[in-house]
């Protein structure tokens, strides 16, 4: 018998990794951290906050977060100096810089941005040559492109909100830790209603690595993931949430609400999006539910631990 619903706070979660990168800051570099700067060229309330929130992160864990607020028209640039810049070891973006909801959540002049980022200083692990290789399930960096390789230790990085949402069913049950690594989520079903390359799709391609059956739900489509493949599917939104264990909502809209009639009892619902997706007080009276509002503290969590493998891998012996 399932009993309650519960809403899962991520804080707990976030709190080991981020240990674990006080730890090397203190421990092998001697209290000095790696340098993020982190551009902020847009007016988005939600975009400031969570800029505010990384500062304060990697202070209290001893990364030097250097927030640059420039305009828009700037941002190019300023990101192909940080790029240069030997002393810049991580760079992130707030976006969207051009185009902004309604009209459109990026657009293709953000799509250029993210994947100028050099895959040196790539945090957020969205640039093309991360998303090609985790599409490709290519762990090592050194395997798949003209990247120059020091050894068999380069890894790939991941994209951080795909990654923060993969911890977070590890450590709440989504994933079955008594398979091998790699089958662990072999059996689940997942809808993610979100197929963007920020979010969606990376997510999708990282479970169906772990074995899930995926039914990306974008506004006008739905895809079933399996493994590497992308396959069409006969499934509608309603009946691919109907059967899943795992529900991921990233609607970008004020007023999307996932229908909680189809959430099936015991499942997990995640919602990434700076909205609230979900319908709250009638989704945690559905027995077994877990319900998590928020992962953007598991985000910077990955993201400060998706510098610290850059710093290590390209920057520290360099480093001032
Ligand atoms: P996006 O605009 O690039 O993508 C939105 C996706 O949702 C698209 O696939 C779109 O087709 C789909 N969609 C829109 N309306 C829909 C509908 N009615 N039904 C089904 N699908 C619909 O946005 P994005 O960059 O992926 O960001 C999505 C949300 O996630 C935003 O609210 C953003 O702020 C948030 N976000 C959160 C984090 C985090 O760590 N918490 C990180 C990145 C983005």
Known sequence: ?????????????AK????????????????????????LANTDPYARQYAEWTGRACEADGIRYELRIINENELEQKLYEANEDASVHGILIYYPVFGFFPSFYGGSMDDYLRDSVSFKKDVEGLSFTYRFNLYRNIRFM??????????????????????????????IGGYDLSLPVGERMTGKTVSIINRSEIVGRPLGALLANDGADIYSVD??????????QLLQT???????????DVIVC???????????????????VVNVASYKNVEEEALLQVPGVKFVPLVGKVTIAMLERNLMRLFAQYHAEAAP
Do not use: M, N, Q
Request: proline residues 10%.
């Open 16 to 39: 080991p990794y981020r240990e674990e990168v006080r730890a090397a800051i203190h421990d092998r570099y001697g209290g000095v951290g790696p340098k993020l700067v982190a551009f």
């Open 250 to 268: 990233g609607v970008p809209v004020k007023d999307y609400k996932l229908p909680t009639a189809w959430v099936k009892p015991g499942a997990i």
């Open 234 to 244: 006969s499934e509608t939104p309603e009946s691919a949430v109907r059967r899943s």
């Open 219 to 228: 506004i006008d489509s739905i895809y079933h993931f399996r493994r590497g």
């Open 142 to 171: 050194d395997a798949a492109t003209s990247a120059p390789a020091r050894g068999p230790e380069l890894k790939c990085l991941l994209p951080c909100t795909a990654l923060s949402v993969v911890k977070i069913l590890e450590s």
């Open 1 to 13: 018998p399932l009993g309650p619903a519960v809403k899962v706070d991520v804080t707990e979660i």
